[in-house]
T-cell receptor
């Protein structure tokens, strides 16, 4: 596998279910991200991890719980979701640095996404 | 409040002609801008970027222009090809870690 992979690609779940989304990057990056893309809305950044440490949490409801066991893997644990949480969930990675200086900007590499439907 | 806006949801262009995709932003702190391209069932892929110290960056058929005073950037594709048909997102950042995306413009290149 190369690049950024995500599993599953499609997920249908009920509001009482618990499920997890998985992301894996094979690029040697040390920053990983979760985004949500709803119809006709911009990509919304949910979480950022740098060197396995969470550095951003953009007011995401607690029914979304991220986990980053190492720099290559990122999970998004889902529980008691609502129908409005149905969206495309995209994982991305960048690296090697997450610093703020201009010279350290790195474009993000995205996975193919998980299409989530909450019934 | 949306800080990066793409006001044209769709654009159709004849093959061989120029495609111009526009993007406006509101935050004057942004100093790095990117364009991504997205095909159906795939994640966005990086296309081209520009930092605020430049007003133009070119890569093959793709050129990005930045007008800081107008807080506007544009992506020019010349000549347009049918394989360029995709959704194009612009993004902006000032932290290096957090990017703000537009809603995307769907480009259709007609053979």
């Amino acid at each position: 596998e190369t690049g950024v992979t995500q599993t599953p690609r499609h997920l249908v779940m009920g509001m009482t279910n618990k499920k997890s989304l998985k992301c894996e990057q094979h690029l040697g990056h040390n920053a990983m991200y979760w985004y949500k893309q709803s119809a006709k809305k911009p990509l919304e950044l949910m979480f950022v991890y740098n060197f396995k440490e969470q550095t951003e949490n953009n007011s995401v409801p607690s029914r979304f719980s991220p986990e980053c066991p190492n720099s290559s893997h990122l999970f998004l644990h889902l529980h008691t979701l609502q129908p409005e949480d149905s969206a495309l969930y995209l994982c991305a990675s960048s690296g090697p640095s997450g610093a703020t200086s201009l010279s350290s900007y790195n474009e993000q590499f995205f996975g193919p996404g998980t299409r989530l439907t909450v019934l | 409040d949306q800080q990066v806006k793409q006001n044209s949801p769709s654009l159709s262009v004849q093959e061989g002609r120029i495609s111009i995709l526009n993007c406006d932003y509101t935050n004057s702190m942004f100093d790095y801008f990117l364009w991504y391209k997205k095909y159906p069932a795939e994640g966005p892929t990086f296309l081209i970027s520009i930092s605020s110290i430049k007003d133009k960056n070119e890569d093959g058929r793709f050129t990005v222009f930045l007008n800081k005073s107008a807080k506007h950037l544009s992506l020019h594709i010349v000549p347009s090809q049918p394989g360029d048909s995709a959704v194009y997102f612009c993004a902006a950042s000032y932290t290096g870690n957090q990017f703000y995306f537009g809603t995307g413009t769907s480009l259709t290149v007609i053979p």
